[in-house]
T-cell receptor
Framework: EAGVTQFPSHSVIEKGQTVTLRCDPI?????LYWYRRVMGKEIKFLLH????????ESGMPNNRFLAERTGGTYSTLKVQPAELEDSGVYFC????????????????FGSGTRLTVV | RKEVEQDPGPFNVPEGATVAFNCTYS??????FFWYRQDCRKEPKLLMS???SGNEDGRFTAQLNRASQYISLLIRDSKLSDSATYLC??????????????FGTGTRLKVLA
């Protein structure tokens, strides 16, 4: 089974530029999550998709961040324009659909995209 | 072989028990090792970093065995609140020179009253 893949693995951009991160979840995983780890800090939740719908985007820091999941397959996270404080590692995770019993399935994480804004 | 492997569990243990999890990694060039705790539908929280000398934080002890390429987490005197998924995370070198974080699939622990 292919895991969660993220692309690129590392991106270095200048302040003010645009960057798009991509996440391919495991096939059949309706739930897709984006997280961010800023240097020296905890992993923070950004948003949660269920299929193509945004279930919870309470963690998105501001309107420079735009996430999409067209067709409920892969997801993109665009940062425009990028600022220095956006530097960090962006993780994506996916999990199976939540059943009627609200069973909490394990998450499968990608290996992250390291974003460096200079 | 997966880069980071964990027994998914679940481990069902009575309150007060001692429980240990292992995690194996395949890349001998791996540099940093961590245990994270994740509650259902919550973000992972760093539990502890793992060092070669081993480290302890209260009821939690982490060990790294580079020769055998595994890390372990020991929880003593389990509490009901310890019920969660424990993620093993390895940060290692890649052929391109960049580092990447590899998450294990997590081990589910359920502490029973």
């Amino acid at each position: 089974e292919a895991g969660v893949t993220q692309f690129p693995s590392h991106s270095v951009i200048e302040k003010g530029q645009t960057v798009t991160l991509r996440c391919d979840p495991i096939s059949g995983h309706d739930n897709l999550y984006w997280y961010r780890r800023v240097m020296g800090k905890e992993i923070k939740f950004l948003l949660h998709f269920v299929k193509e719908s945004k279930q919870d985007e309470s963690g998105m820091p501001n309107n420079r961040f735009l996430a999409e999941r067209t067709g409920g397959t892969y997801s993109t996270l665009k940062v425009q324009p990028a600022e220095l404080e956006d530097s960090g590692v962006y993780f994506c995770a996916s999990s199976l659909p939540t059943g009627q019993g609200k069973v909490c399935y394990g998450y499968t994480f990608g290996s992250g995209t390291r974003l460096t804004v200079v | 072989r997966k880069e980071v492997e964990q027994d998914p569990g679940p481990f069902n243990v009575p309150e007060g028990a001692t429980v240990a999890f292992n995690c194996t990694y395949s890349n001998s060039a791996s540099q940093s090792f961590f245990w994270y705790r994740q509650d259902c539908r919550k973000e992972p929280k760093l539990l502890m970093s793992v060092y070669s000398s081993g480290n302890e934080d209260g009821r939690f002890t982490a060990q790294l065995n580079r020769a055998s390429q595994y890390i372990s987490l020991l929880i003593r005197d389990s509490k009901l609140s310890d019920s969660a998924t424990y993620l093993c995370v390895v940060n290692g070198g890649t052929t391109s020179g960049t580092y990447k974080y590899i998450f294990g699939t997590g081990t589910r622990l359920k502490v029973l009253a």
